[in-house]
């Protein structure tokens, strides 16, 4: 982390800025981060036209710029997989060379999503359109899942069931990850990652 001596910054993503509840949630958020000696950036910290695409894009570039680390929700959000906006913040702190954690309230495979909405058969690494699916036992895109393995951690809920709404509002799963993370960060080490800043 940059800033050991300081403050070390947290980005909170996740699709739970398109719940009602999001400004609450976030709040909650920063409050867990800061029982943890940590200080969270909610996407929704600032103020913002509704039509303001381009400047909520370069606030959240601001706030992933300030950001030591990031923990995202990585739970599957209208469809199979996690909200691609929360992906694009992973990829970029990734990118950074930053600790990347992530939490999901998903605990099957990727593949198996795949295989339980119909999309293949149940024993098929291929799906209807005869297009490869993943089979390497992640809970998301390669790529993701390894951004999380290599530099942060991984913290699964099962919730399946559960009404999304309330799934994204539980915070046992982010709560068990910003403790991770501030023990990482506390103990001054870090995940050796593949990939350079």
């Given at each position: 982390?940059?800033?050991?001596?300081?403050?070390?910054?947290?980005?909170?993503?996740?699709?739970?800025?398109?719940?009602?509840?999001?400004?609450?949630?976030?709040?909650?958020?920063?409050?867990?981060?800061?029982?943890?000696?940590?200080?969270?950036?909610?996407?929704?910290?600032?103020?913002?036209?509704?039509?303001?695409?381009?400047?909520?894009?370069?606030?959240?570039?601001?706030?992933?710029?300030?950001?030591?680390?990031?923990?995202?929700?990585?739970?599957?959000?209208?469809?199979?997989?996690?909200?691609?906006?929360t992906a694009f913040e992973m990829g970029f702190m990734a990118a950074r060379g930053k600790p990347v954690f992530g939490y999901?309230?998903?605990?099957?495979?990727?593949?198996?999503?795949?295989?339980?909405?119909?999309?293949?058969?149940?024993?098929?690494?291929?799906?209807?359109?005869?297009?490869?699916?993943?089979?390497?036992?992640?809970?998301?895109?390669?790529?993701?899942?390894?951004?999380?393995?290599?530099?942060?951690?991984?913290?699964?809920?099962?919730?399946?069931g559960c009404p999304l709404e309330k799934s994204l509002g539980d915070l046992t799963a982010f709560r068990e990850s910003v403790?991770?993370?501030?023990?990482?960060?506390?103990?001054?080490?870090?995940?050796?990652?593949?990939?350079?800043?």
């Amino acid at each position: 982390m940059n800033r050991m001596s300081a403050e070390t910054f947290v980005y909170l993503a996740g699709p739970e800025v398109f719940l009602r509840r999001a400004k609450e949630i976030g709040r909650e958020k920063k409050e867990i981060c800061r029982e943890f000696g940590l200080v969270g950036l909610f996407p929704l910290d600032g103020e913002f036209e509704p039509e303001g695409a381009r400047a909520i894009y370069l606030a959240n570039i601001g706030l992933l710029r300030r950001a030591d680390l990031i923990i995202a929700n990585m739970t599957p959000f209208r469809g199979l997989s996690m909200d691609v906006g929360t992906a694009f913040e992973m990829g970029f702190m990734a990118a950074r060379g930053k600790p990347v954690f992530g939490y999901t309230h998903a605990a099957d495979s990727y593949l198996d999503r795949v295989r339980s909405a119909g999309l293949a058969e149940p024993t098929s690494t291929v799906d209807r359109d005869g297009s490869s699916i993943e089979d390497f036992g992640l809970r998301d895109n390669l790529m993701m899942a390894c951004a999380v393995e290599l530099t942060g951690e991984l913290v699964v809920q099962d919730m399946q069931g559960c009404p999304l709404e309330k799934s994204l509002g539980d915070l046992t799963a982010f709560r068990e990850s910003v403790r991770r993370a501030a023990a990482l960060v506390l103990s001054g080490r870090k995940k050796a990652a593949t990939h350079s800043a």
